[in-house]
Structures are given as structure tokens and as C-alpha cells.
């Protein structure tokens, strides 16, 4: 009886403190400071990036490369915002600001995730096989241009 006893305490016990909202760390954590992961989401900042993860200097065997870095470098950064979002999804909040905050962290992280798994996915394949420089710019400017005309869709939203 008393192990019955017990283990419906520790059940209840369980139960309300995953019901629980998490601490101001955990949700600033998890809300605001993941947003740095995509600090260097911008098309000049992360496709230096990737052009940077191809070169092979001579005479230099240390820098020889598989021929996929990029690409490793893009999946691994679908597999960190992957898991943010996961992360920020799961968070219980009541409060109106945190809700606030967790719904806009959602919405960031769903706006720039499809842009990784598309066209960096696709730059990255462009610098892992020496892509032409031509092709690469034009990738690049098409995914500035397309963060330029989301963020005039969001403002107009917001404004009017």
C-alpha cells in the first residue's frame, strides 16, 4: 500500500511539474538567445561562409577537401534551427508577452528554415563542386531578393 502510495504521489508529482511554465532563463534561452543562430542568415554573411568551407590551399594536404563541406555546413544548421523550433514549440507559457515572444521566435525560425533547405542547400551544392561564380551570385541575389520582398510583405502587414 504504501509503494501504491508513493507511486501516485511521484506520478502527481510528475505531472504538475511538467504543466509547469519554464524558468525566465530556460524561456530566454530557448525564445530569444537561439535566435543567433541564424545571425549570419543574410545571403553576403553565409555564402562567404560556405565559399569559405571549399577552399584548398597548395601544397597544404591538411586542406584537402571532401567535396562536401558546404553542404555538411548547411544540414548541420537545418538540424540546430530544427531543434530550436522543436524546443520553442514544446515551451507551456501563459503569459502574454512570453507568448508573444514564443510566437514570433516560431515565426522566424519557420520563415528562414525552408531557405536553408532550398536555396543554401542548393549554393552549397554550387561551392562544393566549383560551381561558376556566375551562378552563385545569381543564387545569392535571388535569396536577397527574396528576403527583401518578405520583409516589405511583413512591414506593409504591420503597418497598414
Known amino acids: 500500500m504504501k509503494h501504491l502510495l508513493f507511486i501516485i504521489f511521484m506520478s502527481a508529482s510528475l505531472f504538475f511539474t511538467a504543466c509547469q511554465s519554464p524558468s525566465p532563463e530556460n524561456f530566454f534561452g530557448k525564445v530569444v538567445l537561439n535566435t543567433n543562430l541564424v545571425a549570419d ?34 544540414e548541420f544548421k537545418i538540424q540546430t534551427v530544427e531543434k530550436a523550433l522543436k524546443d520553442i514549440n514544446e515551451l507551456h507559457v501563459s503569459d502574454d508577452d512570453a507568448k508573444a515572444l514564443k510566437e514570433k521566435s516560431i515565426t522566424l525560425f519557420e520563415k528562414v528554415l525552408p531557405v536553408y533547405k ?27 531578393k527574396m528576403l527583401c520582398l518578405r520583409s516589405t510583405k511583413y512591414l506593409m502587414k504591420y503597418m497598414f
Do not use: H, W
Not at 63 to 72: C, D, F, P, R, V
Not at 124 to 129: I, P, Q
Open 118 to 144: 532550398n536555396e543554401y542547400t542548393a549554393y552549397a551544392k554550387l561551392c562544393d563542386t566549383k560551381g561558376s561564380a556566375e551562378e552563385k551570385q545569381a543564387l545569392l541575389e535571388k535569396i536577397q
Open 41 to 74: 542568415f543574410a545571403p553576403e554573411r553565409f555564402g562567404k561562409r560556405l565559399e569559405q568551407e571549399t577552399v584548398e590551399f597548395p601544397n597544404t594536404p591538411s586542406s584537402k577537401k571532401e567535396g562536401n563541406e558546404a553542404q555538411k555546413t548547411v
